[in-house]
């Protein structure tokens, strides 16, 4: 058996029991295919990864940056209680509009929002409005741009909120400190800033399963 289809066997076992797709997720997951949007959103037990960290952190507020189809804003939005806020950022106005049938249909339109636009010009409107710290924040968007993610969050956030970045391992090439491409540029400067930055303290983990070889980085922030 080769290596990635044990890694896919794996994923198989451990979702089918830990975290199986109920019928929402499934229609959201077709949804997106149907859409033609690109094929990266998380696995299913990387979102209930998403959704435990939040519920262990007694989330009431999130910002997600990068919706895509929806998938892993239900699962965040599933962590939330009814009275709390998901807001999540999309560049794109076709993917965000497959995102909201979505989280319609999963019954999460009360309390996500999510808002059309490159997330960079999104994030200072939404630092204007003076919004309550959010509790998290999860980084999966256009990795370029990973470490000025991390510092508006670091601005939307309090001491004790939670910091989850995406994709970080980028198949092994996040260890090439002369690769001219902007995702590891991006990725590195994130890991970077999160090593150096004093009110940060974190860490990364490498991942197999049935997206590959990747990562996470997750940080806390302190006081």
Same mark, same amino acid.
């Given at each position: 058996?080769?290596?990635? !289809?044990? %890694?896919?066997?794996?994923?198989?076992?451990?979702?089918?029991?830990?975290?199986?797709?109920?019928?929402?997720?499934?229609?959201? *997951?077709?949804?997106?295919?149907?859409? !033609?949007?690109?094929?990266?959103?998380?696995?299913?037990?990387?979102?209930?990864? +998403? !959704?435990? *960290?939040?519920?262990?952190?007694?989330?009431?507020?999130?910002?997600?940056?990068?919706? *895509?189809?929806?998938?892993?804003?239900?699962?965040?939005?599933?962590?939330?209680?009814?009275?709390?806020?998901?807001?999540?950022?999309?560049?794109?106005?076709?993917?965000?509009?497959?995102?909201?049938?979505?989280?319609?249909?999963?019954? *999460?339109?009360?309390?996500?929002?999510?808002?059309?636009?490159?997330?960079?010009?999104?994030?200072?409107?939404?630092?204007?409005?003076?919004?309550?710290?959010?509790?998290?924040?999860?980084?999966?968007?256009?990795?370029?741009?990973?470490?000025?993610?991390?510092? %508006?969050?670091?601005? +939307?956030?309090?001491?004790?909120?939670?910091?989850?970045?995406?994709?970080?391992?980028?198949?092994?090439?996040?260890?090439?400190?002369?690769?001219?491409?902007?995702?590891?540029?991006?990725?590195?400067?994130?890991?970077?800033?999160?090593?150096?930055?004093?009110?940060?303290?974190?860490?990364?983990? !490498?991942?197999?399963?049935?997206?590959?070889?990747?990562?996470?980085?997750?940080?806390?922030?302190?006081?």
């Amino acid at each position: 058996m080769s290596g990635s !289809q044990l %890694w896919d066997d794996v994923d198989f076992y451990f979702s089918s029991h830990l975290s199986p797709d109920d019928e929402v997720l499934q229609a959201a *997951l077709r949804d997106s295919e149907a859409a !033609q949007l690109p094929h990266v959103n998380v696995t299913a037990n990387q979102g209930k990864l +998403l !959704q435990l *960290l939040a519920e262990i952190h007694n989330a009431r507020t999130i910002l997600e940056i990068g919706t *895509l189809g929806g998938y892993s804003t239900i699962w965040l939005g599933r962590a939330l209680p009814a009275d709390g806020r998901l807001i999540s950022l999309e560049y794109s106005a076709r993917h965000a509009e497959v995102a909201v049938r979505n989280i319609a249909r999963a019954g *999460l339109d009360k309390i996500v929002e999510v808002r059309v636009g490159p997330a960079l010009e999104s994030l200072p409107k939404l630092a204007d409005e003076n919004p309550a710290p959010f509790d998290l924040v999860f980084i999966d968007a256009d990795k370029s741009n990973n470490a000025h993610y991390v510092e %508006w969050a670091l601005r +939307l956030t309090r001491a004790g909120s939670l910091i989850i970045v995406d994709n970080v391992v980028r198949g092994g090439r996040v260890v090439d400190a002369e690769s001219i491409e902007p995702d590891v540029r991006g990725t590195r400067a994130a890991i970077e800033l999160i090593a150096a930055h004093p009110r940060l303290s974190g860490t990364a983990v !490498q991942t197999v399963g049935s997206k590959g070889y990747d990562g996470f980085a997750m940080a806390r922030v302190l006081a």
